[in-house]
């Protein structure tokens, strides 16, 4: 129940095309759901993130769009450039005033934009 | 603009060794967080950290691990015997509390652990 299921777990996108990347929840109770860019030998970076209130979140050529029926949200990375070539992870969090709000990751896709 | 900073970036030790991983949150953050992932996987909550502490912990956090917040500033996380297993990339992280708008937890670089 505290799984986040992601597909695919690699990618190879032609420069300029669309990536999509896309995960799965059971947790209902999830409210928080974010997705993180890693590159090699770093730490995961929040990319952008989504409440369940809204259907889809747009920050320049990063998108999610989320179902709370279906309990599936996936990431657009629109005009996919080389510079994207990174491990994105989609996550998952209760959130609330109290709560620890641990993340709870997908198993990762690596995205490779060829030139 | 601020962040997250762990040291040391690489650490070898001999299995059965004491280890402490350090970090230095946010200054302003008030949860404290170590995550670990083993190479090729996922990244793993290990515990969680408030008002000086542990507000959840995974069932990867056993007797051998503890986290303290010595000062103001540093953030530790100590693994009493280490294992070849514990081998991994630790993260610590940060986020600010309060309010239910703020929501994004800040990761550091990471400490690569190789127990030999």
């Known amino acids: 129940q505290q799984q986040v299921k992601q597909s695919p777990q690699s990618l190879i996108v032609q420069k300029g095309g669309i990536s999509i990347i896309n995960c799965a929840y059971e947790?209902?109770?999830?409210?928080?759901f974010p997705w993180y860019q890693q590159f090699p030998g770093k730490g995961p970076a929040l990319l952008i993130a989504?409440?369940?209130?809204?259907s889809e979140k747009k920050e320049g050529r990063f998108t999610i769009s989320f179902n709370k029926s279906a309990k599936q949200f996936s990431l657009h990375i629109m005009d996919s450039q080389p510079g994207d070539s990174a491990t994105y992870f989609c996550?998952?969090?209760?959130?609330?005033?109290?709560?620890?709000?641990?993340?709870?990751f997908g198993s990762g896709t690596r995205l490779s934009i060829r030139p | 603009e601020p962040e997250v900073t762990q040291t040391p970036s690489h650490q070898v030790t001999q299995m059965g060794q004491e280890v402490i991983l350090r970090c230095v949150p946010i200054?302003?953050?008030?949860?404290f967080y170590w995550y670990r992932q083993i190479l090729g996987q996922k990244v793993e909550f290990l515990v969680s950290?408030?008002?000086?502490?542990?507000?959840?912990k995974s069932e990867i956090f056993d007797d051998q691990f503890s986290v303290e917040r010595p000062d103001g500033s540093n953030f530790t996380l100590k693994i009493r015997s280490t294992k070849l297993e514990d081998s991994a990339m630790y993260f610590c992280?940060?986020?600010?509390?309060?309010?239910?708008?703020?929501?994004?937890?800040?990761f550091g670089p990471g400490t690569r652990l190789t127990v030999t």
């Open positions: 992280a940060s986020r600010v509390a309060g309010t239910r708008a703020i929501g994004e937890q800040y």
């Open positions: 947790n209902t109770a999830f409210d928080y």
């Open positions: 989504i409440r369940p209130d809204v």
């Open positions: 996550a998952a969090s209760v959130q609330g005033y109290s709560s620890a709000s641990k993340i709870i």
């Open positions: 200054s302003n953050h008030l949860y």
């Open positions: 950290f408030y008002n000086n502490e542990i507000s959840e």
